[in-house]
């Protein structure tokens, strides 16, 4: 068996290539210095362990001794894994993206030995076919080339790189809007407006991404303007995902994307930071409708991130893949989705007759198959299980009563789910990364504050404290952003401080630790430090000092993650209202400023910074309550709280002398805030003038409402 050095890394990704016969470089000074002492180009290949196409290219193509042969002879070969390295990933998808117009993983680059790109693309078969080229002609060809026009490539290469400089580049325009106004708020709206698909939900046709970020922002939108449009959009599309194959209907949680429009057919991959990022959608769709299918719906992914996500110290796994095999005994021979799908016969086998036609009925079950367009036969005659009619339908259909025949459902999903479970599992990349953690610690702390469920609070502090004790150093202020069998390592990026922070404010809010009010402080200005570019505004992906990045970008695509600048503006004004330190709003508001082309230009690209520009521009409230941790009459004024859509506010407990006096520093009015008549009492508080204090929840409420 081959090994390479990969063998030797921590990344499930890497180390699923560890024994190609190519012989694979981690990222790093031994791959580079060989390059440059051989004069080799390099070969970069960058995905990621549950990525359905790069095992497909490493199957065709990585284990094959035919091409691992020419990439032995003819090149330095560096596997990279995006989701620990996403700075290097961002850098050559900005290549990929401008020269081919389109991206994707797996990543194929050819690089300098300086690092600068010169050709890329994405997949590419073994041979020449469906009008793709051939890897093994690609590589024959560019190695020809880099022995003929050795110092044309390096010369254009050096010249791509200014021009990407130039492409990345973040600063205020000389023309246009200077600063931020409403106008451009509306602008984003009207765009998603026309874009949104008013039957099926989503933005656009197939395939259909979940990008939760444009959720956030619809929601904020909706609260300040009272567009029932804005809310709609929102609403319905949660409904139809929550209907679709995209959601799995047993085991809960949301598989990557759909590719038809109807939500109906996955990419069964599942991403933690899908189910984080969707479980907030919901549960604020919940608070803005108290309609209980949203909170079951985030329900649904909280168990299944418990069940099967979650690391034994508490911290959160990455990524369930797509395939798996459907044979126990044949472990190498993978699908997709076989983890998931059922043939009619299957189901009958598991239920009563009776029980097996309710299930048919309710969850769109043929005995051929539910997949009608299938041309690679991928589905084999087997049902991707979708609500294909809603209990109350199915119960009027059987003409039986309908709690009967919900609870004769609810006990044939427990019994499919054991099942499943005894099925080999998809692979499940088990490590630990920091910013992803953080949206999982963000939706587990509103889970519980808005479902007042305590086991989804204390799941969103034992995450917190096992970042706080494996990732972060004190005394040095650094931020790690991967942690996998005992080890911590890689450096934190502007994402892993902004949405570790924006995890940290979110817990306070539901458990008023202090501890983490402070140390989301400290992470901020750790932040500032680091990646701030304090002359034009805005936030790096990278601190300064890695020679081997050749760009440093400001990443503002909130795409299917929010970006770190979307996510550090809002954290700034958050604390802004709490600490009263003003160089926090001037770095939110210089930051905005080199954004506003962006903003103004394509608003859809930057969902999440609209969301915070709302935050900006809006009527910020600050509400101190004043009481003991834990008492019934502090808990029914948070329940009051905590049932509300209010996004646009910050909230602090005065529970103690020790937290009035470190609270009053920021917001000095704290120290005449007292108990009414011996019960907890709240204050409702806009730009640091107080309205009168009230005990009751219901006047409360009146007082927050939008």
Not at 260 to 289: G, N, S
Request: aromatic content about 10%.
């Amino acid at each position: 068996m081959h090994t390479n050095r990969l063998a030797h890394e921590k990344s499930p990704y890497l180390l699923q290539h560890a024994h190609n016969p190519v012989d694979w470089y981690p990222w790093g000074p031994e791959a580079f210095e060989k390059a440059r002492r051989e004069n080799k180009p390099i070969f970069l290949s960058i995905g990621y362990s549950t990525c359905h196409w790069c095992h497909v290219m490493e199957r065709e193509s990585f284990e094959n001794d035919q091409i691992a042969a020419l990439l032995n002879r003819d090149y330095v070969s560096i596997k990279v894994d995006r989701e620990e390295r996403p700075d290097v990933d961002r850098i050559y998808m900005t290549f990929v993206q401008s020269t081919t117009g389109g991206g994707g993983w797996p990543m194929s680059v050819w690089l300098t030995p300086d690092l600068e790109p010169f050709f890329g693309g994405t997949y590419f078969p073994p041979e020449s076919r469906y009008g793709h080229p051939g890897f093994a002609s690609v590589l024959s060809q560019v190695t020809g080339a880099w022995q003929t026009r050795h110092d044309q490539i390096v010369d254009s290469a050096r010249d791509i790189i200014a021009q990407l400089e130039k492409h990345v580049t973040v600063a205020p325009a000389r023309t246009g809007p200077a600063e931020m106004d409403h106008a451009i708020l509306d602008t984003g709206y009207f765009v998603f407006r026309r874009t949104f698909d008013s039957q099926l939900g989503g933005f656009g046709g197939a395939p259909k991404f979940p990008r939760p970020s444009v959720f956030q922002f619809l929601l904020r939108y909706h609260a300040r303007t009272h567009s029932e449009e804005a809310r709609e959009m929102v609403l319905l599309t949660l409904r139809e995902m929550t209907k679709g194959g995209i959601h799995d209907q047993l085991g809960g949680g949301f598989h990557r994307y759909s590719v038809d429009d109807r939500w109906f057919v996955p990419h069964f991959e599942k991403m933690l930071y899908d189910q984080a990022q969707l479980a907030i959608a919901c549960l604020e769709a919940f608070q803005v409708t108290r309609d209980a299918q949203y909170a079951d719906t985030a329900r649904g992914i909280f168990d299944y991130v418990l069940r099967d996500m979650t690391d034994a110290g508490g911290g959160f796994y990455s990524a369930e893949d797509a395939d798996s095999a459907a044979d126990a005994a044949q472990p190498t021979v993978k699908s997709e989705g076989a983890f998931y799908i059922w043939s009619a016969a299957e189901i009958r086998a598991l239920l009563d007759p009776q029980t097996a036609e309710c299930f048919f009925h309710r969850y769109g079950v043929a005995e051929r198959g539910n997949v009608a367009n299938d041309p690679h036969g991928e589905f084999g005659g087997r049902n991707i299980l979708y609500q294909a009619n809603d209990v109350e339908d199915t119960a009027l259909h059987f003409e039986r009563p309908v709690e009967e025949v919900r609870a004769a459902l609810d006990g044939a999903v427990q019994t499919l789910l054991g099942a499943r479970a005894r099925r080999v599992r998809p692979h499940l990349d088990d490590k630990v990364l920091t910013s992803w953690n953080g949206l999982m610690v963000s939706a587990f702390a509103l889970g519980g504050a808005a479902l007042d469920e305590p086991r989804y609070a204390e799941a969103a502090r034992r995450a917190a404290e096992f970042l706080i004790a494996n990732a972060w150093d004190a005394a040095t202020g650094v931020l790690l952003r991967r942690y996998r069998l005992g080890e911590s390592a890689i450096p934190g990026f502007l994402d892993d401080y902004a949405l570790f922070t924006q995890a940290l404010l979110d817990l306070y809010e539901a458990q008023f630790d202090r501890r983490h009010l402070e140390l989301a402080i400290r992470l901020t200005e750790q932040m500032r430090e680091r990646f701030e570019d304090r002359a034009v505004g805005g936030f790096f992906s990278t601190a300064e000092g890695d020679s081997s990045l050749v760009l440093r970008v400001k990443e503002d695509y909130d795409g299917a993650e929010p970006s770190g600048n979307s996510v550090a503006i809002l954290n700034l004004l958050r604390l802004a209202q709490i600490s009263k330190r003003a160089e926090f709003r001037e770095s939110a508001e210089l930051a905005v400023r080199a954004f506003i082309p962006r903003l103004a230009n394509v608003p859809v690209a930057l969902p999440q910074m609209l969301a915070a520009c709302e935050f900006l521009l809006g009527d910020a409230r600050q509400i101190i309550l004043v009481g003991e941790r834990g008492a019934d009459d502090t808990r029914a004024l948070l329940r009051e709280l905590h049932s509300r859509f209010i996004p646009n506010r910050i909230m602090l407990l005065v529970d103690s002398a020790e937290t009035r006096s470190a609270l009053e520093a920021g917001i000095p009015a704290i120290q005449e805030m007292h108990k009414l008549d011996g019960r907890a009492a709240a204050y409702v508080c806009r730009n640091y003038t107080c309205q009168l204090p009230v005990s009751e929840a219901a006047r409360l409420g009146e007082l927050v409402q939008y």
